[in-house]
């Protein structure tokens, strides 16, 4: 039996022994709303100060009224106790100590871009370190604490800041504002390439004027890459950095990285240090200096093969892999003191765990910390402790400390407990079932508040983006499960074919079959859910999904009449137009093997407009949204959806955020969304 499912029984008697002391106590907890969701706390990257006493981490907490989160820095003592807020800044984010632990560096926008400035534990105004014109990111300070690298976006040819700002005062002056392009990735996510690049720089931790490291380059450092580990690193004796970049001239349909290392002095050009086709990324220097930690995937083109952990010897220059037999990705990872293990995170079956390996060709990984979903760690510079950012389908995220072998696991932050102590907020109950091919797949269910086992619930069934990702036992913000099971329906969610943290052949098994496979373990998903939980109102069920979820959405609307109703969030629907309008063409050559006139046969057949020729093939209601900033999956999919269901006579609804990408961010087209998502819910299975 897992680990969730015993906290899922466990959670469940304490619902029902806690039923009765709530209603004793006259104040039974309510259901979630969307003010609840954006009235919560954010809390992220946990760092523990180089004395072992304190606990740095940010906190963003959404307004609606200026439309935008204030994000600020905060302290905890490891041991427990109050939480105090260090900077007022309102933009600010990255708390990274310095080697001495005396002052805490970060990244504010409170002088307009964004720019280094630290601040001391007792608070206080915090001292301006850079005042570059292009702003920075990803700061890092030296191990002696003289210097802070960090990265900034600059016109490759500008030799001096002052080139910068003149050059895009330049163009701004101009009545004509035309974008050309000679190569592909010319946008990319939700912003239009504007020629400059990510480069590497350090400057004195005193504020004296910055040096780039990379001057010159045509490439960025580091690429574009969500939610990876630290892109930069510097040499324990702080001579040198490590970096990541892409240097193939066909960025778009390339998912290269490779590590390089640049003296801090810029005495030398560059030095590539891993050759590897595919994606190398996110270096660690041991302690000792001996080894460059990196994770690497080996198949080139393909973003979601398995990330391994490796090491590169600095005096040999081999490298060694160390968790070639472990048949999940590593996330990120650190170094112990002694430069013998390393800690790291690794997705399993919706969960985060936190694992450990010996730093030597054969070691097994161990599991440190063996449940909940673990967003972020740290590992304090002694070695014996964790800060952990936990989360879970019922919690937010919050602060958790523990030994480094992973006792003594407790909380000590506790910034949204009084909200969510007012809330009705059911587990995730896991349940298993056979799959395409009798494969074993995992689904999850939660059920409303107050829930009463004699009733029939209507049935909100979910589909998750990727295709190669998960329903996670994590919080979420922009597709929240508590809130959309609040007003009162069953929530299921199935970890199809293409879901990460089931080992890689699962995970691989949606390419080139996208609505194959992973279709038919939805479907069975749902049939199970309904044979297993007699509360299930199975006649009176709606789809909604976003990315490939929304791909799924478009594919289910002609492949069967089972829904009361659909919704679909930036859902592929022509992959032929798809690919002609995306920006990483990786991504579409390697799920149908190449563009669309290399395999036509492919293109056709996972295409959901295909499907729509017949005359009257849709039927079921359907609401249609989308970002035009989505460059990823490119509004017109929306619109071309929208239009086949228009044209077909069928009840649907458009809802295009001009202001969003793929993602839907600013809280009052959050609230929107939700309101637009829960009321088309409403119209259709109440």
Not at 52 to 75: C, E, F, M, Q
Not at 118 to 146: F, I, M
Not at 404 to 412: E, K, P, R, V
Not at 531 to 549: E, I, R
Request: a negative charge; proline letters at 7%; glycine letters at 10%.
């Amino acid at each position: 039996m897992s680990s969730r499912t015993l906290r899922f029984i466990a959670a469940g008697i304490a619902v029902l022994l806690g039923g009765f002391a709530v209603q004793a106590q006259g104040t039974p907890k309510r259901p979630i709303t969307f003010k609840d969701l954006i009235s919560l706390h954010r809390l992220s990257e946990p760092r523990i100060s180089p004395d072992g006493k304190w606990i740095a981490y940010g906190v963003a907490t959404p307004d609606l009224d200026t439309n935008h989160s204030i994000r600020d820095i905060w302290i905890v003592p490891v041991g427990g106790g109050e939480a105090r807020q260090l900077t007022r800044g309102g933009s600010d984010t990255r708390p990274r100590w310095s080697p001495d632990g005396n002052k805490l560096a970060f990244i504010s926008e409170r002088g307009g871009a964004p720019q280094v400035y630290y601040v001391t534990l007792e608070g206080g105004e915090a001292t301006r370190v850079t005042s570059l014109s292009t702003g920075v990111d990803n700061e890092l300070w030296s191990p002696d604490g003289k210097m802070i690298a960090f990265v900034s976006s600059v016109y490759p040819d500008c030799k001096d800041d002052a080139c910068n700002p003149q050059r895009e005062a330049e163009i701004a002056k101009s009545k004509v504002h035309a974008r050309i392009n000679e190569k592909l990735l010319y946008r990319h996510w939700t912003g239009w390439w504007d020629g400059k690049r990510s480069h590497l720089f350090v400057a004195p931790a005193d504020g004296a004027s910055a040096r780039d490291l990379t001057p010159g380059a045509n490439y960025d450092v580091p690429p574009f890459n969500l939610e990876a580990p630290e892109a930069i690193a510097f040499s324990p004796d702080g001579s040198e950095l490590c970096f990541t970049a892409n240097t193939d001239k066909d960025e778009a349909r390339s998912t290269n990285g490779d590590l390089f290392t640049v003296p801090v002095s810029g005495a030398s050009q560059p030095q590539r240090i891993t050759t590897n086709p595919a994606n190398d990324w996110g270096p660690a220097y041991s302690p000792d200096g001996k080894w460059i930690a990196y994770r690497a995937q080996t198949q080139s083109g393909y973003e979601s093969d398995r990330w391994r952990l490796m090491l590169y010897n600095v005096t040999t220059a081999k490298h060694v892999n160390l968790t070639e037999n472990f048949d999940q990705s590593v996330e990120s990872y650190q170094w112990t003191p002694n430069s013998k293990n390393i800690y790291f995170q690794s997705e399993n079956k919706a969960e985060m765990p936190i694992y450990s390996i010996a730093a030597t060709p054969g070691g097994t990984p161990k599991v440190v910390v063996t449940d909940g979903f673990n967003a972020d760690f740290d590992l304090s510079r002694d070695g014996g402790k964790l800060a952990l950012a936990r989360t879970s389908l019922t919690m937010p995220v919050e602060l958790f400390v523990a030994s480094a072998n992973g006792t003594d696991l407790h909380q000590i932050t506790h910034q949204n407990d009084a909200l969510i102590a007012q809330l009705d907020l059911p587990v995730a109950e896991p349940f298993w079932f056979d799959g395409a091919e009798k494969t074993q797949v995992e689904g999850l269910l939660i059920r409303p508040p107050h829930f009463d086992s004699a009733k029939k619930y209507p049935l909100l069934f979910l589909i998750h983006g990727g295709p190669q990702g998960a329903w996670q036992d994590a919080w979420g913000y922009r597709w929240n499960q508590q809130v959309m099971a609040a007003p009162g329906y069953v929530v299921v969610m199935i970890n199809a074919r293409g879901s990460t943290g089931y080992g890689q052949k699962f995970t691989e098994e949606v390419s080139r079959d996208w609505g194959g496979r992973a279709y038919e373990d939805l479907m069975k998903g749902l049939d199970a859910a309904i044979t297993k939980y007699p509360f299930l109102d199975g006649s009176n069920v709606c789809a909604a999904g976003g990315s490939y979820g929304g791909y799924m959405i478009d594919w289910i609307a002609t492949h069967t009449g089972r829904f009361k109703c659909l919704i679909s969030h930036a859902g592929p629907y022509d992959e032929v137009s798809m690919y002609g309008s995306t920006e990483e063409l990786w991504f579409m050559d390697w799920e149908f093997g190449g563009p669309p006139w290399e395999h036509p046969e492919l293109y056709k057949k996972w295409s959901p407009n295909e499907y729509a020729a017949e005359l009257g093939k849709y039927k079921t209601p359907t609401l249609v949204i989308g970002g035009e900033l989505d460059f990823r999956v490119p509004y017109n999919q929306d619109l071309e959806f929208f239009t086949a269901l228009q044209v077909q006579g069928v009840p649907s609804k458009l809802m295009i955020f001009p202001d969003e990408g793929h993602w839907v961010l600013k809280p009052q087209n959050s609230q929107l969304w939700y309101r637009t998502f829960l009321d088309w819910l409403e119209q259709y299975l109440r």
